[in-house]
Every structure is written in structure tokens, then in C-alpha cells.
Nanobody, 115 residues
Framework: QVQLVESGGGSVQVGESLRLSCTASRIVLSTNAVSWYRQSPGKQREYVAV???????NYADSVKGRFTIWRDNEKNTVYLQMNNLKPEDTATYYCKTTSRNREYWGQGTQVTVSS
């Protein structure tokens, strides 16, 4: 069974950093696009960033210049480095990949940024 597991969330102050990890089992992330999404209470899940199989990366405007996504193929893991965090970054963060027209999501990791 394909499984994605996020980790690295926590509670930080404004301006601090966190690094989230998305580790996969029974699926090779290097051959698929992997995305990060986030969801705050009462809001729809929103796109944050994606890294595609060729290494091209894309970011939502709200995180551009502060967040970096990359993959470690040996560890079958995708990371999201989040710098200069703001209160509006508070959310549950999820990673997602797609394989054979099927989407796989992790269970999420909570990020809380307080001022």
C-alpha cells in the first residue's frame, strides 16, 4: 500500500524556519510530481509548491522567495524548507503525488506560527 508520511511541523515564532519532509513507501517519488498543499481551519486546501520529475519547481505567490521544495531521491523524500514564516502560514501541510492516475496524500503535519 502506497503511503506518504509528512513530518517536521511544529510551533514557531514569526520569522523562524521549519523544514517539512514527505517520505514515501511503495512508490518512487523521483518519477512523479510531488506537491505540497496546506489547509487552515475553515478554508479550502491550497496549493503551496510542486517539484516535477524533471526537477522543475513552482511555488504559490504567497510563499515564493520564502519556501523551497526539493527532493532527495536516495531517501525517496521531498522536502519543503520554509523560511521567514508568517502567521498566515499556519496550517496543516500535506504532500501529494500522483501515479497511474491515482492521487496519494499524506496525513498532514501541523505548522503554527505565532507573533
Amino acid at each position: 500500500q502506497v503511503q506518504l508520511v509528512e513530518s517536521g511541523g511544529g510551533s514557531v515564532q514569526v520569522g523562524e524556519s521549519l523544514r517539512l519532509s514527505c517520505t514515501a513507501s511503495r512508490i518512487v517519488l523521483s518519477t512523479n510530481a510531488v506537491s505540497w498543499y496546506r489547509q487552515s481551519p475553515g478554508k479550502q486546501r491550497e496549493y503551496v509548491a510542486v517539484v516535477v520529475s524533471g526537477g522543475v519547481r513552482n511555488y504559490a505567490d504567497s510563499v515564493k522567495g520564502r519556501f523551497t521544495i526539493w527532493r532527495d531521491n536516495e531517501k525517496n523524500t521531498v522536502y519543503l524548507q520554509m523560511n521567514n514564516l508568517k502567521p498566515e502560514d499556519t496550517a496543516t501541510y500535506y504532500c501529494k503525488t500522483t501515479s497511474r492516475n491515482r492521487e496519494y496524500w499524506g496525513q498532514g503535519t501541523q505548522v503554527t506560527v505565532s507573533s
